[in-house]
């Protein structure tokens, strides 16, 4: 059973950094990308940041230069590195790994369940 367990979030102040952990665990195979969402409240959930098997990043543009996301592959974990971290950062952020399903030409998406990160301005 896989699953994901993220951790690092909290309230910072505005201008500060955390970072995420999403650590995974069972057995996963063909995964297509590993990833952080946010949601912030009455928003939909939004990705932030992904990362390929290769080491291929892409970010959302509100992040760009401000946000790293990494992967550890020995510990099947991803980060995220969160700087100058404003008040629009706010929200509860999932990490996520996309996996082919081979059978079905399809995809699924495993998630977390959620860490708060609260910026303060």
């Known amino acids: 059973q896989v699953q994901l367990v993220e951790s690092g979030g909290g309230l910072v102040q505005a201008g500060g950094s955390l970072r995420l952990s999403c650590a995974a665990s069972?057995?996963?195979?063909?995964?297509?990308?590993m990833a952080w969402y946010r949601q912030a409240p009455g928003n939909q959930r939004e990705l932030v940041a992904t990362?390929?098997?290769?080491?291929?990043?892409n970010y959302a543009e509100s992040v760009k230069g401000r946000f790293t996301i990494s992967r550890d592959n020995a510990k099947n974990t991803v980060y995220l590195q969160m700087n100058s971290l404003t008040s629009e950062d706010t929200a509860v952020y999932y990490c996520?790994?996309?996996?082919?399903?081979?059978?079905?030409?399809?995809?699924?998406?495993?998630w977390g369940q959620g860490t708060q990160v609260t910026v303060s301005s």
């Open positions: 996520s790994i996309q996996v082919k399903i081979p059978s079905i030409l399809g995809t699924y998406n495993y």
């Open positions: 990362i390929t098997n290769g080491g291929i990043t």
């Open positions: 069972g057995i996963i195979n063909d995964i297509n990308y």
